[in-house]
């Protein structure tokens, strides 16, 4: 959806003034452009947001781990949520304090956790019986006595789509409040640890504010019992529009439901896509435009190998000229040129009348894009531009073949040191 930085100007589509197509000229597509001013509006908007709550906001990685952009939140005042050691260690390069990580993820492993350890982050959310046992073992090893907040998993089913719902009974992640009750009641079984807290988070993209409330009511609830214990991290999934019909709660509304349940509670809070997914869009060229089956087919040079989310969750992305033109709009289905079937980046895309060579924009794709992109097909992952200040600069450059060659050269000419 367009917004403040990313518009059109003088018929050009714009971020923060810099049309699009001199990136696009000057690097090729598909391209990952990126707004410096949106990332820092957001992430002001959000401390504004939960400041009632005196929440501490840490960034949730998996959105988007771009060292720059990572670093960039950081600097702005974020902490980082990480569920996975190579997010740990991204934190740590980007700069963020390491009192200010935490780790969360459902399938720690135990060289994951020792980094962690080391490292001295600052929480684990820990989420089975097995993981607290482990992590209690690798503590001791170590020497230290990690925060822990226990994630847990309150039976709740979330108004979002079901691949992205983490709190229902049926979802693998978190312990049923049973488990957590029965932990809490055996502290002393883990005197490496300090449990500390408790961590709820029921998905992404969150359409309602009513469950999260119910969530942590439920946390509260096990809590009570334990003084010592007023952390509670409620998670992110705080919504973006992604089409003007889009109608989501705000972070805001979010921190007004919660604030006269919170008082005298640590709060911590993990938001990801509100603080970077419309800060940037994915420029794709029209390759090739064909009539079949009774529809108009626009053939880009980015796809599902760039931008996974409509083929894995249906998700709806705006796509856009990146010049304005007069005359008739009709359906277009925008395809990408990977082998599937399901490449396809918007199936009814309002477009005029393209030719090969002209230029597009997905919008809102600065979350769960280049996070996800692979190399299905043997596919280069793009470049990742950053604008700012009335210029631009590539925080990470596109792929090469000898990239994607790199890992397995050795082992084609019989010097890999490794044997299985």
Partial sequence: MLNESFCYEDGELCCDGLPLRTIAQAVGTPVYVYSAARL????????????????????????NPNLTLVRMLSQAGLGADAVS?????????????????????VGKTPAEITFALRAKIGWFNVESRDELTLLNRLAGEEKCRPQVALRLN??????THPHIATGHAAAKFGMPPETVAEVLGARTAYPHLRLAGIHVHIGSQLGSVTETVAAVRLAQSLAAPYPDLRTLNIGGGFPVP??????????EDFAHALAPLVGGWRVLAEPGRAAIADAGVLVIGVVAVKEQGGQRFVIADGGMTDLLRPALYGAIHEVVTLEQRDGPLAPAVVSGPVCESTDVLHRAAWLPPLRPGDLLAVLTAGAYGMAMASNYNLRTRPPEVLVEDGDWRVIRRRETWDDLLRLESEALDGRSPERS
């Fill in 40 to 63: 820092r509006h957001n992430a002001a908007r959000l401390q504004r947001a939960f400041a009632p709550l005196r929440a501490e906001l840490h960034y949730s990685l998996k959105a």
């Fill in 85 to 105: 050691a190579g997010e740990v260690d991204r934190a740590l390069r980007a700069g963020v304090d390491p009192a200010r990580i935490v780790f969360a993820g």
């Fill in 154 to 159: 309150p039976g709740i089913q979330a108004q």
């Fill in 242 to 251: 992604y089409t003007p019909d889009d109608r989501y709660p705000q972070p």
